[in-house]
């Protein structure tokens, strides 16, 4: 199972901005969807954004028009882009991709504190 690996958590302040990325540690070769997803302890995971090979992008109500999803095929990368960043986004952050065969890959997780 190839792994993926997130990095660009870390503390912001209300407010500010921070990017995440998703690198595999190898080629995977028929990937359709490369989403981000969210959680909380005691909660459960939620899909914050997700983008396909066609084109389709998605991302949750809460964090439209503040968080960008994009994907690197040259790099073998997806990033996060968060802007206006709120308490309530404190998360532990986790990548997803999925291949044709509805293969899933998942991230071990980059932990994201909103606190002033």
């Known amino acids: 199972q190839v792994q993926l690996v997130e990095s660009g958590g870390g503390w912001v302040r209300p407010g500010g901005s921070l990017t995440l990325s998703c690198k595999a540690q190898r080629y995977i070769s028929g990937l359709v969807s490369w989403a981000w997803y969210r959680q909380t302890p005691g909660q459960e995971r939620e899909m914050v954004a997700l983008t396909t090979s066609t084109g389709f992008t998605n991302y949750t109500d809460s964090v439209k028009g503040r968080f960008g999803i994009s994907r690197d095929l040259v790099d073998r990368t997806s990033s996060l882009e968060m802007n206006e960043l709120g308490p309530e986004d404190t998360a532990t952050y986790y990548c997803?991709?999925?291949?044709?065969?509805?293969?899933?890959?998942w991230g071990l997780g980059t932990q994201v504190i909103v606190s002033s």
């Open positions: 997803r991709w999925t291949d044709g065969s509805q293969k899933i890959y």
